[in-house]
């Protein structure tokens, strides 16, 4: 069976004007270079330099979303479970607009595609929420067939150029017909999984397939639902980032400058780099939501040089796809230091809170390992070593990112109290900080959806706030992604030139670095 009967997207009459076109697709891309130390001595020494990219997004010219959810419907589901994901699947298509297509899958002992991709309008909605209303749980647990069937639906669309693409996959309980779906090739396309509740037959078989599809995909994370009251929220944290896609297929290229640096490493998480013939370094990160952020360390050696001196140490460049399908490039920007004698310069305090936060994932990586060999007081030795490291961060002011990671750390650490305990709630847990920590993006986990928010966005924030209300009262009015830009913009009232106007400040930059280049083209030296 074919899957081509995705729905195109026409002007809705509902959806307010100024909310459909693509008023501006630049500049939506913010650099911030940060070198460590910014003076050098005259010998051989080391430097670090760390890259920030900000999504800069205006949701008024944000991407369509072309979004599938594939939901466990199996007999596991029967009672609560099952009517909050009906409810947590009615925030997320009531927050959906009319620039944005759905398809809802099903799976038990075999997957059903309730509807194709349709575009939201009034009608379709309710249409949707009908669907949704008369699912039923009953049979086996086929993550497979879902998977397979939701990659089959956005594979075979029809309408597709400019459109952002996600999968939510939610099951709560281990695999059981089908196959491992953790083989499934997800490739591209970014899927966000769900683990559903704690405990059940195997949870380690469920946490371990359902992180496996999240990491073989494209920018997906894992998240962990504890508590059934908080699928709502995960679904709805999930979707604030789905609906503020500011860039995608962004890529970073670092190059040293020849003669003034060697790049050591290029430390970015698990996202993928390519090194070309001149040995400059590619980084891929697919897409940034607005306001998201992604942290980059370069890890650059000086040579020994005879004399005080400045020097560009580092190229960057970076470009991303906007929704015409068009490269956008920015202006080469360069990373400098000052070549001096003597050196008594500290690190600076973001780059030393950056290379904490990596240190401290990495640790909690190792904890993790000796756990799942029973080795439960090595783990617990591990962690305190990782807590006793950040207690020695030497910052001036009480930092956010270091106490979440102390949160963290402490929560881990009660999870490891005993192999019950570790087996049911903190490997799952693990699981998923660690992918988060690697893709540096927002997953749910742990018992408390106010607690652990590392890399959330704002709006992301906004709609737990809403999703919270939403799951106490389902019939409490949820506002429109209009609603939410509305408010945005009135906090902001330059959100929508900020963008274009940084843009073509940087198409200046290349202008005037083009005259420059042919002007002193014949100049000898």
Do not use: W
């Amino acid at each position: 069976m074919s899957f081509n009967d995705d729905e195109q997207i026409v002007a809705d009459p509902d959806a307010s004007s100024g909310n459909m076109g693509d008023e501006f697709t630049v500049g939506k891309a913010k650099l911030r270079v940060i070198s460590s130390p910014i003076e050098a001595p005259l010998e051989e020494a080391d430097m670090r330099v760390m890259l920030e990219l900000t999504g800069q997004g205006n949701g008024k010219d944000r991407p369509g979303l072309d979004l599938v959810t594939v939901l466990d419907v199996s007999g596991s589901m029967k009672g609560e479970r099952i009517e909050k994901l009906k409810t947590a699947m009615e925030f997320v298509i009531k927050k959906l607009s009319s620039i944005d297509r759905l398809s809802v899958i099903t799976f038990s002992a075999n997957a059903k595609r309730l509807c194709p991709l349709r575009q939201i309008t009034s009608n379709s909605r309710l249409e949707i929420l009908s669907l949704v209303s008369d699912i039923v749980a009953d049979g086996a647990t086929n993550i497979t067939d879902g998977l397979q069937k939701a990659l089959q639906v956005l594979n075979e669309r029809r309408y597709k150029d400019g459109r952002s693409i996600g999968i939510m996959l939610m099951s709560d309980g281990e695999q059981n017909a089908g196959g491992d779906a953790a083989q499934v090739p997800v490739s591209t396309v970014p899927v966000y999984t769900f683990g559903f509740g704690t405990g059940g037959k195997d949870p380690k078989a469920m946490a371990d397939v359902l992180n496996a599809i999240a990491k073989n995909g494209d920018g997906g994370t894992y998240s962990e639902v504890q508590n059934t009251t908080d699928l709502s929220v995960a679904f709805a944290s999930c979707l604030g980032g789905l609906l503020t896609v500011a860039v995608q297929d962004l890529r970073l290229t670092v190059s040293a400058v020849q003669g003034n640096a060697t790049i050591v490493s290029v430390i970015a998480g698990d996202y993928p780099q390519s090194k070309d013939n001149t040995n400059a370094i590619t980084i891929r990160f697919g897409t940034l939501y607005d306001k998201e952020i992604r942290r980059v360390i370069v890890n650059l050696l000086l040579p020994e040089v005879p004399d005080e001196t400045p020097a560009k140490v580092l190229r960057i460049d970076y470009l991303y796809r906007n929704t015409n399908g068009l490269d956008l490039p920015s202006a080469p920007v360069f990373a400098s230091v000052q070549r001096v004698g003597d050196v008594e310069e500290e690190e600076e305090e973001e780059v030393k809170v950056e290379e904490s936060r990596i240190g401290t994932a990495k640790m909690m990586i190792q904890a993790r390992e000796m756990a799942d060999t029973n080795k439960l007081n090595d783990a617990k030795n591990i962690i305190m070593d990782a807590q006793n490291k950040l207690d020695d961060v030497g910052v001036k002011k009480r930092n956010a990112i270091l106490e979440m990671l102390k949160e963290e750390l402490d929560q881990l650490m009660t999870y490891l109290q005993s192999p019950d305990t570790y087996k049911n709630q903190g490997r799952s847990f693990a699981l998923a900080s660690e992918l988060s920590h690697a893709r540096q993006r927002f997953a749910a986990r742990g018992g408390d959806v106010d607690k652990f928010r590392m890399f959330s966005t704002p709006r992301m924030d906004l709609y737990k706030e809403q999703a919270k209300k939403f799951d106490k009262n389902p019939t409490t009015p949820v506002p429109t992604v209009e609603d939410d830009v509305k408010e945005e913009i009135a906090a902001n009232p330059l959100l929508p030139i900020i963008g274009p106007l940084t843009f073509y400040l940087q198409q200046a930059i290349l202008a005037l670095q083009s005259i420059e280049s042919i002007l002193t083209a014949g100049v000898p030296k």
